[in-house]
């Protein structure tokens, strides 16, 4: 392993300069003995040791001996704001969105955004993760809350606002007040496009929730509104088995269903989740090259079902991973990926492979950046995209002796490996510590303010502390809202009259 002092400079890296690791992972795959030349932010060149002459192909390389560098990860699906309500959600039945993220995004204050999101951003970068995608309907001075974290952090942010107009899904909670008109939503979508302009790293987009959510005219007006700009239309569809019943039960079509109707699929829509989908729905999103953002560790913990997504690949959908807020780790998101195929897909037909490594490397940075509209951009160690890239340590026990790099990163690499992240040719982490800002200092100043806002969210939990469930534990309830003194306060439809 690199000496720590050696580490640490590589957060004095600038300008061109060219890395020397033991391998790295090119467009085509794993590369032994490679010399990265990047320059102005980018990578300039991707050549064989044994043919870089120094002066002619570029600088001297810094030898990082011991090493290997991947290209950063993208997390194509998440809701960034909602970092201090992690294990609350464990144990919870499906769609806790509505008794946990719908109260907090309604509790949200710019202050509170700005914190979530910083907090959010710094796990993500100690996890991999250099390019978030935003799910959420942001009003303006809370998106440009959001900005200032991001260009603070160093991350890149695909940045989305919206709006619903219609609400026909049934909260145990408070709801954010997201309600506009198509007009205003157009409006909102214009100011949101400027607003991101200033940020080098800040892309814009749109996001509808749901099917429930929207009117089918809101849905057609927002998603060609991107087709017609360029941006990255959002919508979680086929997620959850009450949302599918819900849109045939008010529709006669199932939610990709409707939406292929509506002409809202297409190359700049991106469709989260799409676990419970039909082979005719994935028909629909590979003739309009829709792309799906899978989530598998959000399979695991809340969902009904696992996205099929070798299936979606074998078609010619376009897919990358997505964390949906569990876990802002890009390890986590490449081992689930793998797992979850395996298990809900693999078992039965005998699948032994399921992707065969390679696969979920490639949809955690390649497949995840068309997704996000970001595939001129980032996703690639290719000449001419940003330098988003990762530096590994090769020499610790569980990952040595090598014998298949790129497996190895699916099942064994994990951020304790992880040396540095790079965001646009500069080091944004090293060593889990962040280089643009004092990450110590920041999480002692806001973790109370964190802990409050999950306090006034009145967040409802059914499932109840894991202790409760221990045999013999006291009869205690366990549906009762959060509450600052840690009493619990029942909801009045389960009170004792």
């Not at 995004?105 to 907090?119: L, S």
């Not at 939503?185 to 790293?201: G, S, V």
């Not at 802990?451 to 409760?468: F, P, V």
């Amino acid at each position: 392993m690199m000496q720590h002092a050696d580490i640490q400079a590589l957060g004095a890296l600038s300008g061109r300069y060219a890395l020397a690791p033991d391998i790295a992972l090119a467009a085509e795959g794993a590369m032994a003995d490679p010399v990265l030349v990047i320059n102005d932010g980018a990578f300039e060149a991707v050549i064989p040791a044994r043919d870089y002459r120094v002066g002619v192909d570029g600088p001297a390389p810094l030898r990082l001996s011991g090493t290997a560098i991947i290209p950063g990860m993208l997390d194509v699906h998440h809701h960034i704001i909602e970092p201090f309500a992690k294990s609350l959600t464990c144990g919870e039945p499906a769609q806790l969105w509505r008794r946990f993220w719908l109260p907090m995004e309604a509790a949200a204050t710019a202050r509170r955004v700005y914190i979530g999101a910083k907090w959010t951003f710094l796990e993500a970068l100690r996890g991999g993760v250099t390019t978030i995608v935003d799910h959420g309907l942001r009003e303006r001075e809370l998106a440009a809350a959001i900005h200032q974290a991001a260009d603070e952090t160093g991350i890149r942010l695909v940045s989305s606002t919206g709006a619903y107009d219609a609400s026909n899904f049934a909260a145990s909670g408070p709801t954010p007040e997201a309600s506009a008109s198509i007009d205003r939503a157009l409006a909102m979508a214009e100011q949101h496009i400027e607003d991101c302009r200033p940020f080098a790293r800040v892309t814009p987009s749109l996001a509808c929730g749901t099917v429930q959510s929207n009117s089918p005219d809101m849905i057609k007006a927002l998603s060609r509104f991107c087709a017609d700009h360029g941006l990255l239309f959002q919508i979680h569809a086929n997620e959850h088995t009450l949302e599918v019943h819900a849109c045939i039960e008010a529709t006669g079509y199932r939610p990709v269903e409707l939406l292929h109707r509506l002409g809202a699929l297409g190359p700049t829509t991106l469709v989260a989740h799409a676990t419970l989908i039909t082979s005719d729905e994935v028909r629909m999103l590979a003739e309009t090259d829709t792309a799906v953002a899978y989530n598998p560790v959000a399979s695991i913990w809340k969902g009904n079902a696992v996205t099929p997504a070798l299936d979606l690949l074998t078609a010619g959908v376009r897919v990358g991973l997505g964390s949906d807020a569990t876990r802002n780790d890009g390890f986590r998101m490449l081992d689930a990926a793998e797992t979850c195929q395996r298990l809900a897909y693999g078992l039965a037909r005998d699948d032994f492979s399921c992707g065969a490594g390679w696969r979920w490397l490639d949809e955690a940075t390649r497949g995840g950046a068309s997704a996000a509209q970001l595939g001129a951009v980032t996703g690639q160690i290719a000449p001419g995209l940003r330098a988003d890239f990762l530096v590994l340590d090769r020499t610790g026990p569980e990952v040595s002796p090598s014998w298949d790099f790129e497996w190895e990163l699916v099942r064994f690499y994990d951020r304790a490996d992880l040396l540095a992240t790079f965001v646009d040719g500069r080091a944004v982490s090293i060593l889990g510590r962040g280089v643009l800002f004092d990450a110590d200092a920041f999480m002692n100043e806001v973790m109370g303010e964190g802990i409050q806002w999950a306090y006034d969210s009145r967040m409802l939990r059914l499932h109840g502390a894991s202790g409760q469930h221990r045999p013999y534990a006291a009869e205690t309830a366990r549906r009762a809202y959060i509450t600052k003194d840690n009493q619990p306060v029942l909801p009045r439809s389960i009170v004792k009259r």
